[in-house]
């Protein structure tokens, strides 16, 4: 049924009324601009800026006859980071304009970002905290769901331990409550919790990480513009993160070859210069191809490869394995393709690559990402501008939930769980190490990395016996997450009935409540938490920069921010002051005790110096807020005025102090920079030697003015003392920094002198590596899938032997020999990716009356041949079954998108279930305006051999006409 948003004729009236009574011609081009969104042309040429406003009007009063005053805040869908000027009058949010000012989204919205407005309404949001009684929803109070709820968890703690509760952070928290909801966690006494970032970067953080030092995008969306050859890989820009494109539209305007890589013709590919289809999961064997024509031709970097890298010669024998007969074999891509890729990259230099979940969602996404890797380093493209490997992250704030929040495996800043970390923190919190270490099971435990968020099923249904943690999972709270982002949702209703507990926090009831209304009568309980425009905090882009969001309007209905949740629950489970022993918490607009948002940011500087949030204090981001119009949109620096010099959004690293005043790092390991103006090298985090090789840069290379002119290991005070820079920090820092080393000095002293002062970087200057030799492959190798449509090609390149990782014993190569012939079955490839109305699991976007208008129905895109194989046309409806057992009823689409034997899914819908809609399990008044099938209630089995990784993006199915 066709959604329409009415709209009465004085709501019209009052939106065209701003501050002025006529129509200036810049209101008129502003509006024009919102109209045109991000397909519009831009006005002039010479800054890629849109004709915009000359001040930021934040928080300052528009019209003072009317009341009417204007909030900043960033967009909460994709990680582009767009910025946003809400326009709130007694308190409701009564429209909204793009920000012209800001030099990322450049007064453009996608149709997401132009109808964020909405949340602001909320008419299907979850409005008060309810339970299910007998299978049927019913409200209560806050006090009866902090009573409850606590007691029940406080009950399995007490019977089995902090190990039983599994907590599901969110990607959408801000970076203070992520980071919050970590600490929380750590002070249950647990690493049992995650979030999104598992499911969709996790494979990239871990790989690239490994390659040279940071697991983040190196350069930024506007930097592409100086980009002369862009690849995409397993992205769809276009449609996963539209205002990207600006930027990539722009470098093409100005010559820059686009080639996009994809099993499917996406609207990206329509945007490109060169469209190449390639099958599902066989990036790596491309990659060597592609490197083989450039070492064969010598278009490699030979300097660049002689001083800045470690073990290519490693990689070289890969490389040569990979004939063009073999690569086209196993890819389908035929050789003058490949060598066209190599051709464009090598000779359009610098060129960047750009991939997403198309690459990273497979059982060797780790060593997909890495291959992606080694070949930006083969080409000398790493650490200069227009280069680099722009990974395009997913949810608004997945970035910063990585880097400060709940990740099983580590503690805020990446600084992992062994006990010098938990000490280092301890420090930062103000709590005794021994009282932490007491709120866990054991000491093993608190340095056991936790179950991933993509396993919590196997947490709750494997024999205990087998799992290396004392007991099941007995509770689950989703704060925060879609459950049908999660594959094996067959199996996951299965595990939602074993629970005792199941908890949402989310401003919306989520896939969660329907899913385990279907199958239980009680245990469930839905928390209303309010959206990040009803709270204010901070949130870091795909590029690293960080922005601050102003608080819109008043929480709605019944809910509460997530952090006054979390100091709510804090105290009824003992540990509140210990929570916010540092944190000031006063009363807020209800009466509820909020703990200070910018206090928690304070401490995130305090703790936080390996990926350099010690600078980015909320004074700084705050004015960069209001004075976006003086960054340019294209180097991301300031040119004058109060920000003279910084990078817009002081992209981490922000090294040092906030008063130290380094300006962020807008593209990492960039050599020609001095430290201090952003410059920098790859990190020293794996030794100095390896069998006899230096791990260190090489004599000559380091970043421009530094003392030492080449290669050093990372900074402590052993090595300041013997540089004889010791007596250059104060009495003060030197007793802070005995016996400690740049990351745990938490005057900051370390990293001041040897950045300011002389001209390095803390964490040393090392070589990258093309060999990780703590992974399953340190060269990367193309590995099947566990679930190939090829077993003569399992047989060639079977995947990993099994094994047990993160707490669980995980099937790799048993399982692909029991379904090694199971395509005979289940011919076809089955992938999911995004689509630009929706986001996420979907269920906010879909709530939405204004983007359900857009897309109503879930579908599945199918070849011709595909269709007419399964006797089914165009727009009829179609049974898409897998080996799960799990059949999902979609409209067909049939389409040239999609080559014969894949079919292509959306994975943002949820609501239906086999068949059947689920409306009656939803909350009266919370249920999302359009459902369908979710495409992971038929996903299977299948993780990385690093990070437990889902693979979504290659699996089998089949096609029956319904």
């Not at 099937?811 to 986001?839: C, H």
Request: with cysteine; charged share 25%.
């Amino acid at each position: 049924m066709l959604t329409k948003k009415r709209v009465s004729n004085s709501t019209v009236g009052s939106a065209r009324s701003l501050s002025a009574p006529m129509l200036s011609r810049r209101e008129f081009l502003k509006r024009a601009g919102l109209a045109s969104a991000a397909g519009a042309t831009f006005l002039g040429t010479g800054s890629g800026r849109w004709v915009a406003p000359a001040e930021a009007q934040t928080a300052q009063t528009v019209n003072p006859a009317s009341g009417e005053v204007v909030r900043r805040t960033v967009c909460t869908h994709c990680s582009v980071g767009c910025a946003i000027d809400a326009v709130v009058k007694n308190g409701v949010w009564i429209r909204q304009e793009p920000v012209f000012d800001s030099p990322i989204n450049l007064g453009s919205h996608c149709a997401k970002g132009a109808s964020v407005r909405e949340h602001g309404h909320g008419e299907h949001r979850l409005k008060y905290p309810m339970k299910l009684v007998d299978g049927k929803w019913k409200r209560i109070s806050w006090q009866e769901a902090l009573d409850e709820v606590s007691a029940r968890l406080l009950k399995l703690r007490e019977q089995f331990g902090p190990d039983s509760v599994y907590w599901v952070g969110s990607s959408k928290h801000s970076n203070e409550q992520a980071y919050l909801l970590r600490k929380f966690v750590s002070m249950w006494g647990t690493n049992n919790c995650d979030h999104q970032a598992r499911i969709c970067h996790s494979t990239t953080v871990a790989g690239v990480a490994n390659t040279w030092g940071y697991g983040a995008m190196t350069n930024s969306y506007n930097d592409m513009q100086f980009s002369k050859a862009i690849l995409f890989i397993g992205s769809n820009a276009a449609e996963a993160h539209p205002v990207s494109l600006l930027h990539v539209l722009h470098a093409k305007e100005s010559g820059a070859k686009i080639i996009v890589v994809d099993p499917r013709f996406t609207r990206t590919a329509a945007k490109a210069d060169y469209f190449v289809r390639i099958r599902s999961g066989s990036d790596i064997p491309l990659i060597y191809g592609v490197l083989r024509h450039i070492f064969a031709n010598g278009w490699e970097d030979k300097k660049f490869i002689a001083d800045r890298v470690y073990g290519m010669d490693e990689v070289l024998k890969e490389i040569e394995y990979w004939t063009p007969q073999r690569v086209e074999e196993v890819t389908g891509v035929p050789d003058d393709q490949v060598h066209m890729i190599a051709k464009v990259m090598a000779e359009n230099r610098p060129s960047t690559v750009v991939w997403c979940m198309g690459q990273t969602q497979h059982t060797i996404g780790n060593a997909i990402v890495r291959a992606m890797c080694i070949l930006q380093l083969a080409l000398g493209n790493v650490g200069v501008s227009g280069g680099g490997t722009n990974i395009f992250r997913g949810h608004d704030n997945v970035q910063g939930a990585t880097d400060v929040g709940p990740n099983p495996d580590s503690l805020p800043g990446y600084y992992g769980i062994a006990e010098g970390s938990w000490k280092h923190w301890c420090r930062v919190w103000g709590v005794d190490y021994e009282w932490m270490k007491a709120r866990f099971a054991s000491k093993e435990l608190m340095e056991r990395p936790g179950i991933t968020v993509s396993r919590w099923i196997d947490g709750v249904m494997e024999d205990p016996a087998k799992m290396d943690q004392p007991t099941n999972l007995k509770a689950v709270v989703f704060w925060g997450h879609a459950p049908n982002s999660l594959s094996r949702g067959k199996e996951m209703v299965e595990a939602m009935k074993r629970l005792d507990t199941l908890v949402v926090i989310d401003p919306y009831p989520s896939a969660t409540a329907a899913m385990a209304a279907m199958v239980r009568k009680d245990g469930v309980y839905l928390l209303p938490a309010a959206t990040q425009f009803e709270t204010e905090g901070s949130c870091t882009a795909s590029n690293r920069s960080v922005q601050w969001r102003e608080k819109v309007i008043e929480p709605l209905f019944e809910s509460q921010p997530d952090h006054v949740i979390m100091y709510a629950f804090a105290k009824k489970f003992g540990f509140a002051n210990e929570l916010c022993k540092n944190i000031k918490v006063t009363k807020n607009a209800r009466g509820w005790e909020e703990p200070d948002v910018e206090d928690i940011l304070r401490e995130i500087n305090r703790g936080t110096w390996t990926i350099g949030y010690s600078g980015i204090s909320p004074e700084r981001i705050k004015r960069h807020m209001k004075y976006m119009h003086t960054f340019d949109v294209k180097t991301l620096r300031a040119n004058g005025g109060p920000c003279d010099g910084e990078y817009f959004g002081l992209p981490w690293p922000c090294w040092g102090t906030p008063e130290m005043k380094h300006p962020g790092t807008p593209n990492l390991y960039d050599t020609s920079k001095p430290v201090m103006e952003g410059g920098g090298c790859f990190r020293a985090n794996f030794g100095v030697e390896r069998n006899g090789v230096s791990l260190l840069a090489a004599e000559g290379s380091y970043p421009k003015g530094a003392d030492i002119k080449g290669g050093h290991p990372e900074f402590d005070d052993k090595l300041l003392k013997q540089l004889g820079w010791w007596d250059e920090l104060t009495e003060a820092e030197k007793q802070a920094a005995e016996g400690k080393n740049w990351k745990t000095d938490l005057s900051g002293g370390i990293i001041r002198v040897v950045m300011k002062n002389h001209g390095c970087l803390p964490y040393g200057n090392a070589r990258a590596r093309a060999v990780v030799w703590n992974f399953p492959d340190p060269v990367p190798k193309h590995r099947e899938p566990i679930y190939s449509p090829r077993p003569d090609l399992v047989e060639k390149y079977p995947t990993h032997e099994d094994k047990k990782f993160w707490r669980l014993p995980t099937l790799f190569k048993t399982l692909q020999q029991q379904v090694k012939e199971i395509s005979k079955e289940y011919p076809i490839i089955m992938t999911s990716g995004r689509m630009v109305e929706y986001e996420g699991g979907g269920e906010e976007t879909r709530s939405n009356p204004w983007l359900a208008e857009l897309q109503q129905e879930m579908y599945v895109e199918v070849n011709p041949r595909d269709a007419n194989n399964a006797n089914v046309r165009h727009g009829e409806w179609v049974w898409v079954e897998t080996p799960t057992g799990a059949r999902i009823k979609v409209k067909a689409r049939v389409t040239h998108r999609v080559p014969p034997g894949t079919v292509f899914l959306p994975f943002h819908f949820s609501g239906h279930w086999m068949g059947q809609d689920m409306l009656p399990f939803y909350p009266e008044g919370a249920h999302p305006i359009v459902r369908g099938e979710a495409v992971n209630t038929a996903t299977t089995y299948g993780y990385d051999v690093v990070t437990m990784m889902q693979e979504t993006k290659t699996t089998l199915c089949r096609l029956k006409k319904a």
